[in-house]
């Protein structure tokens, strides 16, 4: 381990991670909130991409779990990496059925990590951008 000062991120850049970063949380707290609202439109979702009526609310706690874990600082990269399995099954289940929306769960993942990816020197040595 090598004891590199991090760059300093601007303040910029560090709002448009915060903002990259609110946009996923946002939509993942509202999509648990509807599955435990269960509205009509959420349980024929749910029957067409092939679940359960049992596993809406299962879905929803995880969706939950995942994005609170994502939220706190300490934790916030093991959040992205469970976030990204939540996401990908998302993905995998809509593009399954041919859902024209099947991007959208991925979109949020590279939301998720581009965010931190802006703010946390960490990820930006993991994940190093040439130019």
Not at 31 to 41: E, G, L, N, T, W
Not at 79 to 90: K, S, V
Not at 101 to 127: K, Q, S, Y
Request: proline residues 8%; positive net charge.
């Amino acid at each position: 381990m090598t004891s590199e000062t991090p760059i300093p991120v601007s303040k910029k850049v560090l709002w448009a991670s915060y903002i990259m970063s609110a946009v996923p949380v946002l939509m993942l707290l509202m999509s648990a909130v509807m599955k435990f609202a269960k509205p009509p439109p959420v349980v024929q979702g749910f029957v067409h991409l092939g679940y359960g009526d049992a596993s809406v609310n299962v879905l929803g706690a995880l969706e939950i779990a995942c994005t609170v874990v994502y939220l706190i600082p300490s934790t916030c990269v093991l959040g992205a990496i469970l976030l990204t399995g939540y996401l990908g099954g998302a993905t995998a289940s809509t593009y399954r059925v041919g859902d024209p929306t099947c991007f959208m769960p991925a979109v949020l993942g590279v939301l998720v990590w581009g965010g931190l990816f802006l703010r946390d020197p960490r990820i930006r040595r993991l994940i190093p951008l040439r130019r």
